[in-house]
Structures are given as structure tokens and as C-alpha cells.
């Protein structure tokens, strides 16, 4: 039987076993070297956090290192544009399953510009276009609220990473000016490509990165003073969308092996959350097939099998 959580001799007990257990094991995969400077990040750098919604944080690796999360910081827009816009996202994107690669242009035509969820790209650039919409500063004030709900002031962007991730996004300008032939795209698609890259450049290390998400661990309430981000309902079905599209078309992968909603993102970071318990960061920049973290996938799926905290 798995050690149990959240015993805190336990629970780190548990970490470093794991950790130890898959950095013996051969790293597969490659960084995304398709943006030219996350092919600059150190390949062998493996780090995690645990951090529970009473506040404590379990950390091996290199948890302190930091990162550019990418696609992971969609939850943050999703989460930031649900919380001002309610029901109303919905007109303009799904909640269900692509089972294409995240910068697939072929569901687009099918739907009339309605990406399928908002974790694939088409979905995060209308997510991307409503703040725009609703905001009078959408890069300050996206920050802003990334660093309220991480409690930590010096978060920020990292212009390096979004010029870099710019210079090549052939794919997502057409995926941004397709979606604006369908009417779906509503402010200028060069504005809300500019927005989109921005916010995908954030960096944070994996003890930011699992402080930040605690929100959807403890029903859209911050830990430390029990502020509201998003209500009940809200964070019950950010935590759905996360389970059922946080990994492209490896979802039905992460929700088996794993058994916990998730995001991922290019730059080899992985957010989990156990509702009602904790949320866990892992990074790893080696990405598999499907391009998500080939350790950070393992370690997952290792985790909660020894410490039985999988929701199923």
C-alpha cells in the first residue's frame, strides 16, 4: 500500500523516493527547440513543489530554478476572463476535448471559429481578445492579477522569451486571422497575438508556480487570506476543463496514469491540483511525442499512485 498523505514525514518521504525512482530512469524526449530560446534551457533540469492549502510546501530538484511556463499560464487568462465575463465565455468557446495537436487548424472550419476548449491555442486567443476587450491595460493589469493571486509582486514576463516565441508563430498568426474571418476575433489579431505571447512567456519556478495554483485547490479562495478569485462553481469547472484538456491529445493519458486535473505547458512545467489538498508543480524541460514533460509525466503518475491522491 502507498505511503499516506498528508503525513508531512510522509509526504516528503514520498517526493524524494519518487524523485530518486525516475531520475534513475532515462530522460527521453527533447526541450521545444521550435522557440529558439527555450532550446537554451538546461535539458537535464528536474524540479518540483508541493504546496498543501494549509500553507506547507515540499520541494526536490531544482524547485527554486525559474522557467517559462507557457501554455500552463491559459488557466490564469481562463481563469481571469471567467471571472469578469461569468457563463457569457461560453458563446465563444467549448469545453470539450480536441484530440488534435494543440496548434491544429483543422477543427476551426468545422466549428465556425469555435475552438473546442480554451487550453489549445485557437481557444487561448480568444480568451486573449476578450481581455483585451474588457481591459484598459491587458498586459499590466493580467500581471497584476497573477501576482495577487501568487502573493508575490515580482512575477513577471520575460520579453526575451516572447520575442523569441514571436519571431516563429507562423502557426498561431494563422490560427489568430482565421478565427477573425469567423468574426470570433474582435480587436486587431496582431494585438491579441502580442497579448497571447506575452502571457505565455511568464516565468516562475516550480515553488511559484504551485503557490500560485493553490486558488483552484481550495475552491477559488487564496490560502492565506481566503480572498475569492473564482467561485465554487467556477474553480469546479476550471478543475474539469484542466482534467479533460490540460495535456492536448494526451488527456485521456494524464487522466488515466495520473488522476488529477493538470496543465501543461512547452517549456517542461506541469501544474496538477488535488482538490481540497494541494497543488504540485514539476518541471521538466525533455518533452515526449505529445509534447509534454517526459519526467514531469512520469514523476505524476508515480506520485500519486504511491500516495494514493489521484480524485478517482
Request: aromatic share 10%; glycine share 8%; net charge negative.
Amino acid at each position: 500500500m502507498g505511503i499516506q498523505y498528508p503525513e508531512k514525514m510522509s509526504c516528503q518521504k514520498s517526493i524524494d523516493t519518487v524523485f530518486e525512482i525516475i531520475k534513475e530512469k532515462d530522460d527521453l524526449g527533447a526541450p521545444a527547440s521550435y522557440i529558439p530560446e527555450l532550446a537554451h534551457v538546461n535539458p537535464d533540469s528536474f524540479g518540483l513543489c508541493l504546496s498543501t492549502i494549509d500553507n506547507k510546501q515540499y520541494c526536490q530538484g531544482d524547485a527554486q530554478e525559474k522557467f517559462s511556463i507557457q501554455s500552463i499560464a491559459k488557466v490564469l487568462s481562463l481563469s481571469m476572463a471567467y471571472k469578469m465575463l461569468g457563463a457569457k465565455i461560453w458563446e465563444r468557446i467549448g469545453v470539450e476535448p480536441s484530440g488534435s495537436p494543440f496548434n491544429s487548424l483543422v477543427q476551426l472550419e468545422a466549428d465556425k471559429g469555435i475552438p473546442r476548449n480554451p487550453f489549445i491555442n485557437a481557444g487561448a486567443l480568444v480568451i486573449c481578445d476578450m481581455l483585451i476587450s474588457e481591459l484598459k491595460d491587458p498586459q499590466v493589469e493580467f500581471l497584476n492579477f497573477v501576482r495577487d493571486i501568487a502573493d508575490n509582486p515580482q512575477l513577471d514576463y520575460s520579453p526575451k522569451i516572447a520575442e523569441s516565441e514571436k519571431s516563429v508563430g507562423y502557426r498561431n498568426m494563422a490560427l489568430c486571422y482565421f478565427i477573425k474571418s469567423f468574426g470570433n476575433i474582435k480587436n486587431d489579431p496582431q494585438d491579441v497575438l502580442d497579448f497571447y505571447v506575452l502571457l505565455c512567456s511568464i516565468e516562475m519556478t516550480c515553488v511559484e508556480l504551485s503557490q500560485t495554483f493553490l486558488f483552484l485547490a481550495n475552491e477559488g479562495r487564496k490560502t492565506n487570506d481566503n480572498k475569492e478569485v473564482l467561485t465554487l462553481s467556477q474553480a469546479k469547472r476550471i478543475n474539469a476543463i484542466m482534467q479533460t484538456c490540460g495535456f492536448y491529445d494526451e488527456s485521456g493519458e494524464f487522466a488515466y496514469e495520473v488522476g488529477l486535473p493538470g496543465k501543461s505547458g512547452v517549456g517542461g512545467g506541469i501544474i496538477a491540483i488535488s482538490p481540497k489538498k494541494y497543488s504540485i508543480a514539476v518541471w521538466s524541460p525533455r518533452l515526449n511525442a505529445k509534447g509534454n514533460s517526459y519526467r514531469g509525466m512520469k514523476f505524476l503518475e508515480l506520485f500519486t499512485t504511491e500516495t494514493a491522491s489521484s480524485i478517482f
